[in-house]
């Protein structure tokens, strides 16, 4: 019966009637009686002190009840980590350096009025006086600290990690090919489906209650109680659907300012609900990103295909504020050697503050950049000995027993190597797909007549824009693979709580499951009623839900690292059989409470990197197989085979959902998402300017190859997914396209002019 459940296909997820039919509320949808409206203020400066803010006009608009500023905020800084960000910058707070913005996004005031339009109209009236200040943009121009932006810290350096494994000149003397390489990675926005919005508002029982889209409530929650100056039990959060996060809700937006409002307002005899929505610009505007990346990398190898020494610089833009750097760079530096035994290592990374777009998480948060480099490296190399690519890679994968860069066992459970054989054996890679020489002819009938796969778009339909010209069009495919860490690494404390009720007569009747995990689209909710009548051994029918709730729920961590599900899981679990030996002993109602705590990670050491990072993890392996029309250089990607262990199938439609967004997403990154940013301002905020992929960009064809090797520890063997088809996608891409043109690119987006501009640069050369 449990692996019926598990397994089900027909399990309806838990929000889809309502996302289907318009009856979910999402946090813009909100309207609770005698509303109110706020509306945010930014500074619009990315690095100027405040001198003066007059408020009066704005203050005197009708309509306008309330505007508060830095004054009004009790404890006026927060951060998911380090609390490094004034609430709103500006003067009279107890924050030292609070009259001083470093970003255009950060806040200076809320405006509270009876409508959205009195509220934006007073905001404009508001009169700001600034001292500008030198900006900083560039991270290798920051690293040299001539201006330090966050003087309390005392360098641009935010966070610096190291790798020193093994003897490098012995690396490199056995070196007998060396393959050097400088890559980058962009900016990717979020671009979720609802921009942030929220309501604020004092509850019954007097707590400050926001409902809000987030990922991780209670870690809101102590955020709000800290900046307000309250006890932790006056704080509510709640969260009703989310239109999508992928880490761009982790830390926070709207939180504290509509907590902030709530409150003042009561205080001046004023009860009454506030609710604020954002604009895609200022979504765009207002939320961190992934972060850029600048990478340096030396590869060393035998002629017989041993890795010997691995080399590696890696900076992060982490822009004006914290926020989730140091974890991000973490992944990073951990990933830019690659799921690879490196005898030898050498590695620095780098996490800078500019006064640019603050970083963040992002779906894979370090590891996509990481493996961009670690898996280009490794296609360059197997070019370079003349071995297949992944002949190359199942020669140096790790596997059980081996050790990581840290120097420390990988958890049992390694999959990597069968991973990536299900790829390569799923996209038949020993026999199939078209190369650059079998389709090289320029003769436009013979390219007609070709019998080519199903799945292969029609020549005449590839590009939106323009129509092809057959004798232009290459075809390639290239390999990449990757792993992924599931759960907070490097010593983060890590917790996952349960409540299970048990409620019936003679037999069990009705479970409640009570959960504080989040919903952003992925399908957690569906998967925790699925594992809670897994536990206790009842039709899904039989489970209730009660999620997302800090009055009703324990901590359970970020939505986040992949780490929902199995940590959910094993709550759930150990709370279930909790519950029934209460229902053995006939302690009915059985209700029980737990605390599920993985095995302990350990931080870097500073100098040397040795630790044990994570407790588990996921791997992956994707072929990409495209079309490239070279006059143009626009690329269209006719297949994806995406091959993932996933531990144990929880729910196959959420899964195979999860491995086609993720590849979506990637190829966004990948080949056409390119957000500006110039002297310390986004100037793309708009999805017209700003591109993701419509219906026609993305893959043709999405193979997702589900691999089931139990992880030791996960529930019922299952392992973290989300992110892991996300990772290894762009260097595979590079792969292929560097197949159909002989053309290596270094850096991303592949936008069509940089294409062609490359292969023009290759003819002349």
Not at 248 to 271: N, Y
Not at 712 to 731: D, K, Q, T
Request: aromatic fraction near 6%; hydrophobic fraction near 40%.
């Amino acid at each position: 019966m449990t692996d019926q459940i598990l397994r089900a296909r027909v399990t309806e997820r838990v929000d889809a009637r309502g996302k289907v039919t318009g009856d979910a509320h999402y946090p813009g949808d909100l309207t609770p009686p005698n509303l109110l409206h706020g509306r945010v203020l930014f500074s619009g400066q990315p690095h100027a002190r405040m001198l003066s803010m007059d408020t009066r006009a704005a203050e005197a608009l009708p309509g306008v009840v309330a505007v508060l500023t830095a004054a009004d905020v009790p404890s006026n800084g927060y951060g998911l980590g380090v609390p490094d960000q004034p609430v709103f910058v500006g003067l009279g707070s107890n924050n030292p350096y609070g009259d001083i913005s470093l970003w255009e996004g950060d806040h200076v005031a809320v405006v509270v009025a009876e409508t959205e339009a009195i509220a934006a109209r007073a905001g404009r009236l508001i009169r700001i006086e600034w001292e500008q200040r030198p900006v900083v943009t560039d991270v290798h121009e920051a690293m040299k600290d001539d201006l330090v932006l966050h003087p309390w810290h005392g360098s641009n350096i935010l966070k610096q990690y190291k790798i020193r494994k093994g003897d490098m000149d012995a690396g490199w003397a056995a070196a007998e090919v060396v393959i050097e390489g400088e890559y980058y990675v962009p900016y990717q926005e979020h671009a979720f489906l609802q921009p942030e919005a929220g309501v604020g508002r004092i509850d019954r029982e007097g707590r400050v209650t926001i409902e809000i889209g987030g990922q991780w409530a209670h870690e809101d929650q102590e955020q709000v109680a800290h900046s307000l100056g309250l006890p932790l039990d006056q704080v509510r959060i709640i969260y009703p659907a989310i239109g999508g996060a992928f880490g761009g809700r982790e830390d926070m937006s709207l939180q504290i300012v509509l907590g902030l409002a709530a409150m003042r307002l009561r205080e001046r005899g004023i009860d009454r609900p506030v609710r604020i929505i954002w604009s895609r610009e200022e979504s765009i505007v207002g939320h961190h990103k992934r972060h850029p990346a600048w990478i340096r990398t030396k590869w060393g190898a035998t002629r017989d295909g041993r890795i010997t020494a691995v080399a590696a610089e890696l900076i992060l833009d982490s822009g004006a504020y914290t926020y989730t750097s140091p974890k991000v760079l973490g992944n990073a530096n951990l990933m830019v050697t690659g799921p690879y035994v490196i005898p030898n290592a050498h590695v620095d990374s780098y996490a800078v503050t500019t006064n640019n777009v603050p970083g963040g998480a992002f779906r894979g948060f370090g590891g996509p950049q990481g493996a961009f480099a670690a898996e280009c490296q490794m296609n360059k190399l197997a070019e370079a000995l003349g071995m297949d690519p992944v002949e190359l890679r199942l020669r140096n994968v790790l596997r059980e027993g081996s050790l990581l860069t840290t120097q420390t066992p990988i958890p049992p459970g390694v999959s990597m190597a069968e991973v990536i054989e299900a790829c390569a054996v799923a996209a038949d890679w020993a026999t199939n797909g078209t190369t650059r020489d079998e389709l090289g002819a320029t003769d436009e009938e013979s390219l007609a007549g070709r019998q080519e796969p199903s799945y292969v778009t029609p020549l005449s339909s590839l590009f939106q824009s323009l129509p092809a010209s057959p004798g232009s069009l290459r075809r390639g495919r290239g390999f990449a693979c990757a792993f992924k860490n599931v759960g907070f690494s490097f010593g983060a404390p890590e917790k996952c709580e349960a409540i299970i009720e048990l409620h019936g007569g003679k037999e069990i009747e009705r479970v409640v499951l009570r959960h504080a995990g989040a919903e952003v689209g992925q399908g957690s909710h569906t998967a925790f009623k699925q594992m809670a009548a897994a536990a206790v051994g009842v039709p899904v029918e039989r489970v209730e839900l009660d999620l997302s709730d800090t009055a009703s729920s324990g901590n359970s961590g970020s939505v986040s690292a992949s780490r929902m599900t199995f940590m959910a899981g094993n709550s759930i679990r150990m709370a279930a059989e909790e519950a029934l030996a209460k229902w053995t002993d006939e302690d009915r109602p059985s209700i029980a409470h737990v605390v599920y705590k993985p095995p302990p990670t350990q931080p870097y050491d500073p100098e040397t990197g040795v630790t044990m990072p994570n407790f588990s993890y996921g791997y992956v392996a994707e072929v990409v197989e495209l079309t490239v029309d070279i006059e143009t250089g626009h690329i269209h990607v006719d297949r994806v085979v995406c091959a993932d262990d996933v531990g144990k199938v929880i729910n196959r439609t959420n899964v195979e959902g999860q491995v086609e967004g993720a590849v979506v997403q990637a190829a966004g990154y990948a080949l056409m998402e390119n957000l500006q940013v110039r002297d310390g301002r986004i100037i793309t905020p708009y999805l017209s300017q700003y591109l993701i992929p419509g219906i026609r960009d993305i893959p043709a064809r999405v193979d997702a190859v589900l691999v089931e090797i139990p992880d030791p520890i996960g529930p019922w063997g299952a392992r973290g997914m989300a992110e892991m088809p996300f990772m290894p996608l762009a260097p595979a891409v590079v792969a292929a396209l560097h197949d159909a043109t002989g053309m290596w690119f270094d850096e991303i987006p592949l936008l069509p002019w940089k294409v062609v501009e490359g292969l023009k640069a290759q003819s002349a050369e």
